[in-house]
């Protein structure tokens, strides 16, 4: 079973500064994805970034990037330039396909979380 | 609607009872998944749908948890006879699956909020 671990339950950060929040997981696929989601008080889960594990290159989105290390089978996320819309839980998750009923999906499997909190 | 719903936004039972929560995926969208969330915690897979047909229900907890999806949009999980520890946020997500192999990004809904008193 795979297993996902964010290390750090709770991190702040200076508006316009940089955080970076770690996951790392475990795994004995080879093909797998990779994603952080944000969730803001409001509960709505959002997709910030995701990641193919065949790809080499680092994943990027505007103000968010992740530095994958396959090998050590790590997953961070750099926020940069924070803002206070940031504010939030972001899970870090690990996506495998696996074969049910006929079919063939994607099964996502969560961390545990880590609280950001952005001062002013 | 342009997102996933779900209703209702929270909801209050007392042990015992029965409650069924709502979900209407993205239009189009013929995957949908169900998660429950306990406080501090990340989502946990619950069951996961391929139009109208449960694909996979490994993850209901007991025979107490049932989902329906009739006509391959809107799903309904149930819970019977609900207990104290059933107390958590019940997620929704759908996606694409425009082809199989292929990871498509699930979009959630806000939860409901289930609290059994």
């Known amino acids: 079973a795979q297993t996902v671990t964010q290390s750090q339950p709770e991190m702040s950060v200076q508006e316009a500064e940089t955080v970076t929040l770690s996951c790392t997981y475990d795994t004995s696929e080879n093909n797998y994805y990779l994603f952080w989601y944000k969730q803001p008080p409001s509960r709505q889960m959002i997709l910030v970034i995701r990641q193919e594990a065949y790809k080499q290159q680092n994943a990027t989105e505007n103000r968010f990037s992740v530095n994958f290390q396959k090998a050590a089978k790590s997953f961070s996320l750099k926020i940069s330039d924070s803002q206070l819309g940031d504010t939030a839980m972001y899970f870090c998750a690990f996506m495998k396909h696996v074969d049910a009923g006929g079919t063939s999906y994607g099964k996502l499997t969560f961390g545990q979380g880590t609280i950001l909190t952005v001062h002013p | ?117």
């Open chain 2, 1 to 117: 609607g342009a997102g996933v719903s779900q209703t209702p936004s929270n909801k209050v039972t007392e042990k015992g009872k029965y409650v069924e929560l709502r979900c209407d995926p993205i239009s189009g969208h013929t995957a949908l998944y169900w998660y429950r969330q306990s406080l501090g915690q990340g989502p946990e897979f619950l069951i996961y749908f391929q139009g109208t047909g449960a694909a996979d229900d490994s993850g209901l907890p007991n025979d107490r948890f049932f989902a329906v999806r009739p006509e391959g949009s809107v799903s309904t999980l149930k819970i019977q006879r609900t207990e104290r520890g059933d107390s958590a946020v019940y997620l929704c997500a759908s996606s694409l699956m425009e082809r199989e192999e292929t990871a498509d990004t699930q979009y959630f809904g806000p939860g409901t909020r289930l609290t059994v008193l």
